[in-house]
C-alpha cells in the first residue's frame, strides 16, 4: 500500500503557566493514499493538535512528517505556505463562506487564489456537482442549509485538485444523518478523484465509514486499523 503521509515519533509540547504539556506523545500512523482515514478521539485527545501538524499549519517539538515522501518537519515557513496553498485542502467545522458569494462564486474564488490554471467556471461546477449542490450553486450561503454549506466548503477544498483534504470535527455542527452524508461525500471523493482525506471526529458512528481508523487517547495511539 502507498502512502500519503507517514509519521515517526511525533510529539508535540506547549508551554504553559503550569509547565510543559504535552499534547502528543510519540505518534506512528500511516496514512494511506487515496483513502478516508479517520482521527478518533474525545475532546482533549490530541486529533486537532496532530491534523495541524499533518497538514502543516504546526511544526512538532519531536518527530518526522513525511508527506508525499518530504520530510515537512522541516521545511522553512515559505515552503510550507506554498505546500497548503498548492497540495492542501481544509475543511473546519466553521464553513466560513463568503456571505455575499454564491457557492458557486465561493469556490470560483477559491480557484482565484490558488491561480488555477484550467477552466475555472467549469472546475467550480463540476465540484459543486460532485457535492450534489448542481441546482444550488446560484443560492447565497444563508439561503443554504448547515449541510448544503459544508458541501460547499467540500467542494471549495477540492476545487484546487489538492493531493489531501484535512477536515476538523467536519460534522460537529450538523445532526447525525447530514454528518452521515457528508463524511459519505468524502468518501465517495477519494473514489471518484483519488484524494486522500484525513477527517478528526468524536462521532463513534461515523468510523465504519473511514479506511482507517486511529484512537487517540491523551496524546497517544490507542487503537489503530
Known amino acids: 500500500m502507498e502512502y500519503m503521509i507517514k509519521t515517526e515519533g511525533v510529539s508535540r509540547c506547549f508551554k504553559t503557566s503550569g509547565g510543559d504539556f504535552w499534547a502528543l506523545k510519540g505518534i506512528d500512523i500511516d496514512v494511506p493514499k487515496g483513502k478516508l482515514t479517520i482521527l478518533k478521539g474525545r475532546s482533549g485527545s490530541g486529533k486537532t493538535t496532530l491534523l495541524n501538524i499533518l497538514g502543516a499549519l504546526d511544526k512538532p517539538t519531536r518527530g518526522k512528517v513525511f508527506f508525499d ?4 518537519a522541516r521545511m522553512d515557513e515559505g515552503s510550507r505556505t506554498k505546500l497548503r496553498r498548492m497540495e492542501i485542502g481544509f475543511v473546519f467545522q466553521s464553513v466560513a463562506l463568503l456571505p455575499m458569494m454564491t457557492a458557486f462564486e465561493n469556490v470560483e474564488y477559491a480557484l482565484r487564489l490558488t491561480n488555477y ?15 450534489g449542490l448542481s441546482q ?10 448547515g449541510g448544503e454549506q459544508q458541501r460547499v466548503a467540500i467542494a471549495r477544498a477540492i476545487a484546487h485538485k489538492p493531493k489531501v483534504i484535512f477536515a476538523d470535527e467536519p460534522t460537529g455542527a450538523l445532526d ?13 471523493l477519494t473514489e471518484k478523484e483519488g484524494v486522500t482525506v484525513v477527517m478528526t471526529t468524536h462521532d463513534t458512528g461515523l468510523m ?16 489503530g486499523e
Open 136 to 145: 444550488r450553486m446560484n443560492h447565497m450561503p444563508q439561503e443554504l442549509s
Open 176 to 188: 447525525t444523518m447530514t454528518g452521515l452524508q457528508v463524511v459519505k461525500i468524502f468518501k465517495e
Open 208 to 223: 465504519e465509514i473511514g479506511d482507517v481508523v486511529y484512537e487517540l487517547e491523551d496524546g497517544e495511539v490507542v487503537y
Open 69 to 72: 515522501g518530504e520530510n515537512i
Open 117 to 131: 490554471e484550467g477552466d475555472r467556471t467549469a472546475r467550480a461546477m463540476e465540484c459543486l456537482k460532485l457535492v
